[in-house]
């Protein structure tokens, strides 16, 4: 977490951001199995101890990854990711077998809500994504706390309960819930976004007009990391969108509004910056057309 999570959050793309952050929960889930699986042939308690904070960090890092790397509630969120794994960890070596299973099955519970409601919310992930995400989170939430509940009445000695809530049941319905996060990551980049609601033929082309004029004024590497930050921001609102010569094609007819906000509230464009955009009349592209076309330098002319 400290590795990948911290030196991005004050990233640029938060589309980038979302997916290392969700191949981040990805190894961690790979990790709790790989740990479960050790405590159940003869681990320590350490095993188990650690295997139960990776399954609390699993959608908390979920969470972290649907949150914008530049909102305030990221720190808050960042620091619940790190301090239940940790509470639950200790748990697990201090308290009784019973009481730390309930405390972590607890937790759990807490932690995919959390996960399911910071996607729900989120504004910088496409929206399929975030139905397979919400749909996930939720599933194990609702399953989470029907083991809670469970755990803490006298049905839990029953024969009912030690099917539903074994430890092959458990397994199985969260694989079925990483898998789901695994499609969440595949419609990326099958899904636009929801501020773009094209017809899937007319496009719009977003460059910078004048390009001597704006090297003279800003320098040529000013204006490349211009070019770099709207293609970025179309991108982040579409992935289908591609790079042209100085700017990008957008596939939406009316998509200058959608970005403009990304690149204002996200890559702090002012008006100076704004200034230097052009918008050409809308293009008609193939709809198949999805892979970027080839880049010429955008500095040939400065």
């Known amino acids: 977490m400290i590795g990948i999570i911290l030196p991005h959050l004050g990233a640029r793309i938060p589309l980038t951001f979302f ?32 295997a139960d904070a990776l399954m609390v960090a699993t959608p908390l890092v979920v969470g972290v990854s649907t949150t914008s790397p530049g909102s305030r509630r990221m720190r808050a969120v960042l620091a619940l990711a790190i301090v239940l794994p940790a509470a639950v960890a200790s748990s697990s070596l201090l308290l009784p077998a019973e009481v730390s299973h309930i405390v972590r099955i607890a937790a759990v519970t ?6 399911a409601l ?7 992930v496409p929206r399929r994504s975030v139905a397979a995400i919400v749909v996930s989170m939720t599933t194990y939430a609702v399953y989470s ?14 024969d009912v309960a030690r099917t539903v809530f074994s430890h092959a049941a458990s397994a199985g319905v969260a694989t079925a819930c990483v898998l789901l996060i695994g499609v969440a990551v595949v419609l990326v980049r099958r899904s636009p976004h929801p501020d773009l ?14 390009w001597r004029a704006a090297i003279r004024t800003h320098g040529t590497p000013t ?65 198949w057309s ?4 080839a880049r010429p330098s955008d500095a040939a002319d400065g």
Do not use: Q
């Not at 990790?31 to 699986?37: E, M």
């Not at 704004?274 to 918008?279: K, N, V």
């Open 19 to 50: 997916l290392r952050v969700i191949g981040l929960a990805g190894v961690l889930s790979v990790g709790c199995t790989a740990l479960y699986v050790v405590s159940l042939h003869g681990g320590d308690r350490l095993s188990c101890s650690a």
């Open 110 to 115: 807490l932690a995919c809500a959390l996960g």
């Open 118 to 124: 910071l996607a729900f919310t989120s504004v910088t």
């Open 145 to 158: 706390l029907a083991r809670t509940v469970v755990a803490l009445s006298p049905a839990a000695t029953s």
């Open 197 to 210: 609601t094209g017809g899937g033929t007319s496009w719009t082309r977003l460059v910078v007009g004048d």
């Open 223 to 287: 204006v490349l990391a211009l070019v770099s930050e709207l293609r970025s921001a179309a991108r982040d609102l579409d992935p289908s969108s591609v790079d042209v010569h100085r700017g990008v094609d957008v596939p939406c007819p009316a998509a200058l509004p959608a970005v403009s906000r990304v690149l204002r509230e996200t890559y702090g464009w002012g008006p100076e910056n704004f200034a230097l955009l052009r918008t050409p009349e809308p293009l008609p592209r193939p709809t």
């Open 290 to 293: 999805s892979i970027p076309a």
